[in-house]
Structures are given as structure tokens and as C-alpha cells.
């Protein structure tokens, strides 16, 4: 079956950076584009970032951009989520998710179990 395992998300202080990866199993991945989503205490899953099947083409929410990259490797079956002068509004559950480029950040065809993200300031 489809597997889409997080890790990479631990307690870090404001200012630093963490690097999550996200590793597919059970689907063609190339045949996906690969998102991050977040969900903090108290509020709603939110879209983060986005990339294409290719990798040539992402896209972020207004409050992450020129802090967090997005990237993949389609030999390796992973997404990463680099993320760099993190904040206390950061702090969330980081999930990965596949689907297809254009409806990404709405519909979703498959889902990570989530990492922990802490950002103390």
C-alpha cells in the first residue's frame, strides 16, 4: 500500500532550521506532485509548499516564502522541506501529501502520519 513517512521535525530554537524529509513507498512518485501541509494547536491544515512531478516548479504561502525550499528526489522516492529562520509560528505537524499539481493545495490523494515541529523562541 501507499506509505508517506515524515521525519526530520524536533524542538528547535527561533532562528534555527530544520530539514524534513518525506519518504514514498507503494505509488509511482514521479507521477505526483508533493506537498507540505502543517496543522498548529488549535487551528486548521494549512497548504505550505508544493512541487511539480519534475521538481522545476514550486510554489509556498505567502508567510514561509524565501525562508523554506521545497525539493525532491525522484530516485530516492523523497520531498524535503528546508526550512530556515524558523519562527514560533512555525510550530505545527508537518505532513507530506501527493496529488496533482494544479488542486494540490485543496484535494489530496494521500497523506503522511506527521512530524513534530517546535519552534521556542
Not at 514521479?30 to 508544493?50: I, T
Not at 505532513?95 to 484535494?107: D, F, N, S
Amino acid at each position: 500500500q501507499v506509505q508517506l513517512v515524515e521525519s526530520g521535525g524536533e524542538l528547535v530554537q527561533a532562528g534555527g532550521s530544520l530539514r524534513l524529509s518525506c519518504a514514498a513507498s507503494g505509488l509511482t512518485f514521479s507521477n505526483y506532485a508533493m506537498g507540505w501541509f502543517r496543522q498548529a494547536p488549535g487551528k486548521e491544515r494549512e497548504f505550505v509548499a508544493r512541487i511539480s512531478r519534475s521538481g522545476s516548479d514550486s510554489a509556498y504561502i505567502d508567510s514561509v516564502k524565501g525562508r523554506f525550499t521545497i525539493s525532491r528526489d525522484n530516485a530516492k522516492n523523497t520531498v524535503h522541506l528546508q526550512m530556515n529562520s524558523l519562527k514560533p509560528e512555525d510550530t505545527a505537524v508537518y505532513y507530506c501529501a501527493a496529488g496533482v499539481w494544479a488542486t494540490l493545495p485543496t484535494t489530496q490523494v494521500y497523506w503522511g502520519q506527521g512530524t513534530q515541529v517546535t519552534v521556542s523562541s
